[in-house]
Nanobody, 117 residues
């Protein structure tokens, strides 16, 4: 019932940057640990980054040092700043509450990120 809407994806060259945004209809970001996930064609959905209600962050090794997750609870938004993009970052990116994602629940449409020359 808590829907997240992702935006900000697009086509970018290797080494470029994108900023993904995620907005919720309800103000729950201050309660839930939020996360970004991604899924490439033929692959399983994988965890990219998390941010807790105390703003503690964790990143997958593959994106560490390149991606930054942040949140703005007042705006009901979560962001993913993506720098130094690589072709292997190509995927559909989703945001979700970590607890809901673990239950395979509440997935939105995602936003497509394509890194290609």
């Amino acid at each position: 019932q808590v829907q997240f809407v992702e935006s900000g994806g697009g086509l970018v060259q290797p080494g470029g940057s994108l900023r993904l945004s995620c907005v919720a209809h309800t103000a729950i970001f201050s309660i839930y640990t939020m996360a970004w996930y991604r899924q490439a064609p033929g692959n399983q959905r994988e965890l990219v980054a998390t941010i807790s209600r105390g703003d503690s962050t964790n990143y997958a090794d593959s994106v560490k040092g390149r991606f930054t997750i942040s949140r703005d609870n007042a705006k009901n938004m979560v962001y993913l700043q993506m720098n130094s993009l690589k072709p292997e970052d190509t995927a559909v990116y989703y945001c979700n509450a970590e607890l809901l994602a673990q239950k395979n629940d509440n997935w939105g449409q995602g936003t497509q990120v394509t890194v290609s020359s």
